[in-house]
């Protein structure tokens, strides 16, 4: 079995957040590897944690725990989780952040109990790094928390056909501006061009295959369409973000 903690948070490195998170862990969890995410996920942003634990889990091997940090509703009532999901554990709050993860697996999931003497502003300390080191130590859901039903979702993302069109939408901008679609790039005719914020943009096979400053779109890393401008940012030069329409021709069907 896996010895693996993951840790993805918005906690940033410039205070003591991660590390006390950290202490715990390698206080209670033995010899566990301790692997960063990310610590820079925008303040908040549970839509943008979301995305990137989804994009990440998949390449641990079977049995790592991941834990997940992004919580605006700390010491609220909204419900502190355990999950298992396609062989990886899961610990988070329940606001969405495990929306792609959900989508991906069937999932098993308990409600953790939140100690009487947890801070009520630090439950990634308090709370979820004791559970993940139980977790990664081989405890059972049962011995964590009672099962729950009824997760938070987000909202699902846009995607649909309109006659020969694919309709997406941008789903995240990552650290150098470059906006990441749910266009599946198998499904996008060859050639296409893609619209976006009322610019036409060419595909391409990677940023060097366009001249400084120009705008591309291309087929990224996560099997999607992706946007950039080869040495600068699309989220600022198309003046776009998250959320916004991304238009392409869909291949034909056979």
Do not use: C
């Not at 692997?35 to 634990?53: E, F, K, N, Q, T």
């Not at 699902?156 to 150098?176: C, I, K, S, Y």
């Amino acid at each position: 079995m896996s010895r693996i903690v993951t840790l993805l948070t918005d906690f940033g490195t410039a205070d003591s957040y991660v590390a006390e998170m950290k202490g715990v862990l390698a206080s209670t969890a033995g010899d566990a590897l301790l692997v960063d995410i990310s610590h820079d996920i925008p303040p908040g942003d549970i839509a943008a944690a979301s995305y990137v634990l989804g994009r990440a889990w998949r390449t641990f091997p079977r049995g790592t725990v991941h834990l997940a940090v992004v919580d605006p509703g700390v010491g609220t009532d909204r419900r502190a989780l355990v999950a298992q999901i396609g062989g990886h554990g899961f610990v988070a709050p329940d606001n969405g952040i495990l929306s792609d993860v959900l989508a991906a697996a069937d999932a098993k999931v308990v409600r953790l109990a939140i100690p009487a003497d947890a801070s009520r502003t630090f439950h990634g300390r308090d709370v979820f790094a004791p559970a993940a080191a139980r977790l990664v130590r081989g405890a059972a859901l049962t011995d964590l928390g009672t099962p729950a039903a009824d997760l938070v979702h987000l909202p699902p993302r846009r995607l649909r056909t309109e006659g020969a069109d694919l309709v997406g939408q941008v789903v995240h901008v990552d650290r150098f501006g470059t906006l990441i679609t749910n266009l599946p790039g198998d499904a996008v005719a060859p050639g296409a061009a893609l619209a976006v914020g009322g610019r036409a943009v060419p595909m391409a096979g990677t940023f060097a295959d366009v001249a400084a400053g120009a705008v591309v779109a291309f087929v990224g890393s996560g099997g999607t369409i992706e946007i950039a401008v080869r040495d600068g940012r699309a989220d600022q030069v198309l003046g776009v973000t998250r959320g916004i329409d991304v238009r392409a021709a869909a291949k034909p069907r056979p």
